[in-house]
């Protein structure tokens, strides 16, 4: 099974609900989980409004609880996907040898726009393109 693992800035939004849409997408094909640079809602729910955002395309966010990204999930996931490039950036720069060739982005060639401060319609936005990009990480051949 190939192990994925999604991050963004503080867990707390874009990566929970990638993993989600991965996981539900991926069913027996992928092991997904999601974490954040940052530790600054760790053990907290997910954002309200991308809760309900999730809702809306049949998926449950509720359970998740943000935690910061460690060296030992580096290790763990066969593929890790940045929400965006400054995300990615870090990622580079606090990965060893052996992660470097893990990592992309999550949509490929550009950002998931972070929807933090903005109305619901944008996080709605922002989950619809998530959902529709898993396409692009499920069934594709294993690194």
Known sequence: MHKVLTVCLGNYCRSPFAALALAKRGAGELEVRSAGLIGKWEGEPANDSMIVAARRLGLDLTGHRAQQLTREMLGWADSVLAMDASVLEVLREISDDDVQPKLGLYLGDRDV?????????????????????????????QQ
Do not use: M
């Open 113 to 141: 726009p972070d929807p933090i401060g903005k109305d619901q319609e944008t996080f709605n936005s922002c989950a619809i393109l998530i959902e529709a990009a898993t396409t692009l990480h499920v069934g594709q051949p």
